[in-house]
């Protein structure tokens, strides 16, 4: 049974899972706060564009998120973000590359980011890297329509401490299982908040 993605396609991402491909982010008020988009939002960008970059040249191997950076101004988004992304590094065991996202109409740049991938060789009897080759926001799927924290579902338990909780689904988790990367530092940035 595949995986509920609806979730990730509901986020104003349009890409297609190819290194080469355009990836593009369309702000809309559910994914901002204040005027300014969401950076978990552009770090899911971040680390989707990187990592269609790294499956390309990992053959069977899985490929894990081990690190990723983000610079972005507390600036209103442009109507439309492009991202473009490059291989920095690629070795037997890591991965690296780096994400820039600009303004789609005028080409200035908006957001930079890096990120980094643990490659790890398929092991007998393990399953296969899954390669989802349709469009990852797919336009007769609608935007979100309330706060992207009532979306994912997070509560706040103690303001003042910056104590809050996600109930774990399957809307939530990567294809490892775990919570998605952008994810976890959504659940950060609703705490820091």
């Known amino acids: 049974m595949a995986r509920d993605l609806s979730l990730f396609r509901r986020l104003g ?11 593009h982010v369309e702000p809309f008020p559910q994914i901002c706060t204040r005027g300014v988009i969401r950076s978990s ?6 680390d989707m564009l990187g990592g269609f970059i790294a499956e390309s040249g990992a053959g069977s191997d899985w490929i894990f998120t081990t ?6 101004p507390a600036l209103p988004p ?17 991965v690296h590359c780096d994400i820039e996202l600009r303004d789609a109409a005028s080409g200035a ?17 393990d399953p296969e890297q899954p390669h989802l080759h349709e469009p990852v926001g797919l336009d007769e799927l609608t935007r979100i329509d309330r706060p992207l ?11 003042a401490r910056g104590h809050v909780e ?10 490892a299982g775990a919570l998605q990367g952008a994810l976890a530092a959504f659940v950060g940035e609703v705490a820091a908040e």
């Open 78 to 94: 442009p109507a439309r973000l492009a991202a473009s992304g490059r291989l920095l590094r690629a070795g037997r065991g890591l």
């Open 13 to 23: 991402i349009r890409a297609r899972r190819d290194p080469s491909g355009p990836l």
């Open 166 to 175: 996600v109930e774990m689904r399957d809307a939530l988790r990567n294809h």
């Open 109 to 125: 740049e908006f957001a930079y980011g890096q990120t980094g991938f643990l490659r790890v060789p398929r092991r007998h009897g």
């Open 41 to 46: 939002v552009l770090v899911l960008a971040v």
């Open 149 to 159: 924290a009532e979306e994912v579902g997070v509560h706040v338990i103690d303001a």
């Open 67 to 72: 690190d990723l950076s983000l610079r972005t």
